[in-house]
């Protein structure tokens, strides 16, 4: 247990639908992350939110839809997406700044299958 | 950021120390080095990070040369639990580490 929730777990969904993967961190920070892990390739940084604005798009299409309502929750909208995105979305939180590490705390992911 | 070397796999038995290197040599002074792993089909995990010290905690230790071009991570009693991807990160330090670049990382097998 990291203190950071992802949910679901799993999503199987269509090119035509709409869907969303839901993150929340009960731990007090103020940074929160999207990150794509496709099949045998390294981590890659997709959004970066710090206090609940928006600093980092790593030219992400605009197929994902991030928000960030408060510091502590975090949402990924799915749009008209295709099968190569189909991959694991692991959401991440960290302290900004005031000491501490910043080590980033990752959530379990949510394994999504699109059809 | 500096690039990271480190090799794909590696085996250990379990009870014995796992050395995993990391070779860092265009690193510049003012970068850290940081190690996070990844068990199979979790999210990744911070383990320790330092500047040029050697550091140690719960998980593991961290011994660094005095070059700071290379840098070995120690897991002094490794279990089967501690098969995972292991990766070694070379970034500017200070402030979060949400803008850690990921590499392929070595896969650590410990076998019975």
């Known amino acids: 247990e990291t203190g950071v929730t992802q949910t679901p777990r799993h999503l199987v969904m269509g090119m035509t639908n709409k869907k969303s993967l839901k993150c929340e961190q009960h731990?007090?920070?103020?940074?929160m992350y999207w990150y794509k892990q496709s099949a045998k390739k390294p981590l890659e940084l997709m959004f970066v939110y710090n206090f609940k604005e928006q600093t980092e798009n790593n030219s992400v299409p605009s197929r994902f839809s991030p928000e960030c309502p408060n510091s502590s929750h975090l949402f990924l909208h799915l749009h008209t997406l295709q099968p190569e995105d189909s991959a694991l979305y692991l959401c991440?939180?960290?302290?900004?700044?005031?000491?501490?590490?910043?080590?980033?705390?990752f959530g379990e992911g949510s394994r999504l299958t699109v059809l | 950021d500096a690039k990271t070397t480190q090799p794909p796999s590696m085996d250990c038995a379990e009870g014995r120390a796992a050395n995993l290197p990391c070779n860092h040599s265009?690193?510049?002074?003012?970068?850290?080095v940081y190690w996070y792993r990844q068990i199979h089909s979790q999210g990744p995990q911070y383990i320790i990070h330092?500047?040029?010290n050697n550091e140690t905690n719960e998980m593991a230790s961290l011994i660094i040369t005095e070059d700071r071009k290379s840098s070995t991570l120690i897991l002094p009693h490794a279990t089967l639990r501690d098969t995972a991807v292991y990766y070694c990160?070379?970034?500017?330090?200070?402030?979060?580490?949400?803008?850690?670049?990921f590499g392929k990382g070595t896969k650590l097998s410990v076998k019975p």
């Open positions: 990160i070379v970034r500017v330090g200070g402030g979060s580490q949400g803008n850690l670049i």
């Open positions: 991440a939180s960290s302290r900004t700044e005031g000491g501490g590490t910043g080590e980033l705390f």
């Open positions: 731990l007090g920070h103020n940074a």
């Open positions: 265009t690193i510049s002074g003012n970068e850290y």
């Open positions: 330092g500047l040029k």
